[in-house]
C-alpha cells in the first residue's frame, strides 16, 4: 500500500500538472512499478512535455516545483547523468520527489516502463509501444579491460598510505563492479548494491567482508575478498568470446599482495 504522504503528492501533482496544456502525461517509476513502496521511499515521476514547449518548461520548473508543496531544497541531477531531472526535498514531513522532465519524443526511450498515472489523448500510452524499455547492463568486457588497473590503483594508494583515497575507491568497485554482477546473478536489476541484502542473501554475506577499517592491512583484506568474488563471477558470465587479460591480473594481484610485506 501507498503511504498517505506519498499518495497525497502524488495526487496533487496529477492534479496540477493535467491542468497545464503544455503537458501530455505524468508517470511513476522505481517502488511504484513493483508495488514496494513504503515509508522510506522517495517518488519517481517522470513529466511528459509537448515538444514545442520544452524548453519553456524546463526554464520554469522549479517554480513548478514549488507549486507542488513546502519545497526546501532542489538540484538538477547532472551528478548522475541526467540534466532533465530535478531532485527535491520537500517538507515537513520529509519527502524526497524526483521530478524528470523529458519531452513527449523522447519519452519512448527509457530504462523502466513507468505506471501511467495520467495521460492526454493516450499519448503516453502510444508513445511506449514504440520501442522496450532498455535497462543498462554492464559489459564484462569493459570491466575486465579495467579491473586489473583498478586493483594497482587501489594498492598505489595503499604504498602511500592514502587510506581514505583507498577506502573510497574499494566503494567505488564495490558499487560499481560487484554489486551489479551480484544483483545479475540473482536475477536482479543491476543497481549498484540497492536492497543487495535481500535480493542476494548468500553473496551479500561474504560483502560484509569488503568492509574496511581505518588501516593497511583492512583494505588489503577487502580488496582480496573483492578480487576473489570477480573472478567467481567473471567465470558465470564470460562467453567464449571474453578475453581475460591475465598477465594484468597475475601482476596487479602480485603488487597488492607485495604490500603486505
Known amino acids: 500500500m501507498i503511504p498517505d504522504l506519498h499518495q497525497k503528492f502524488i495526487d496533487k501533482a496529477v492534479a496540477y500538472f493535467s491542468k497545464d496544456s503544455r503537458f501530455d502525461g505524468i508517470a511513476a517509476g522505481g517502488s511504484y512499478i513493483t508495488g514496494e513502496m513504503d515509508d522510506f521511499s522517495d517518488i519517481d515521476f517522470i513529466i511528459v ?3 514545442e514547449h520544452y524548453q519553456e518548461v524546463m526554464n520554469e520548473r522549479k517554480l513548478m516545483a514549488s507549486d507542488l508543496g513546502n519545497l526546501l531544497s532542489a ?7 541526467e540534466p532533465r531531472l530535478l531532485i527535491c526535498l520537500y517538507g515537513p514531513p520529509l519527502l524526497h520527489v524526483d521530478l524528470k522532465f523529458v519531452s513527449l519524443d523522447d519519452f519512448p526511450h527509457r530504462v523502466e516502463d513507468p505506471v501511467i498515472l495520467w495521460e492526454r489523448d493516450e ?12 535497462f543498462p547492463y554492464p559489459d564484462l568486457q569493459w570491466i575486465e579491460d579495467r579491473f586489473w588497473v583498478w586493483i594497482h590503483y587501489a594498492g598505489t594508494k595503499l604504498g602511500r598510505n592514502e587510506i581514505f583515497e583507498t577506502i573510497e575507491f574499494i566503494s567505488f568497485l564495490r558499487q560499481s563492479v560487484i554489486g551489479p554482477l551480484v544483483l545479475m546473478k540473482n536475477h536482479k536489476l543491476p ?31 577487502s580488496l582480496e575478498a573483492l578480487t576473489a568474488l570477480y573472478l567467481e563471477l567473471r567465470e558465470k558470465f564470460a562467453t567464449d568470446a571474453f578475453e581475460k587479460k591475465d598477465e594484468a591480473q597475475k601482476y596487479a594481484v602480485d603488487y597488492l599482495m607485495s604490500l603486505k610485506e
Open 49 to 51: 512535455i509537448k515538444p
Open 75 to 81: 538540484f538538477t541531477g547532472e551528478h548522475v547523468g
Open 123 to 134: 499519448e503516453l500510452s502510444k508513445r511506449m509501444t514504440e520501442e522496450e524499455a532498455v
Open 191 to 221: 543497481r549498484g548494491v540497492r536492497k543487495i541484502e535481500v535480493d542476494a542473501p548468500e553473496e551479500s554475506s561474504r560483502l560484509r567482508q569488503t568492509i574496511v577499517e581505518y588501516n593497511k592491512q583492512s583494505c588489503i583484506r
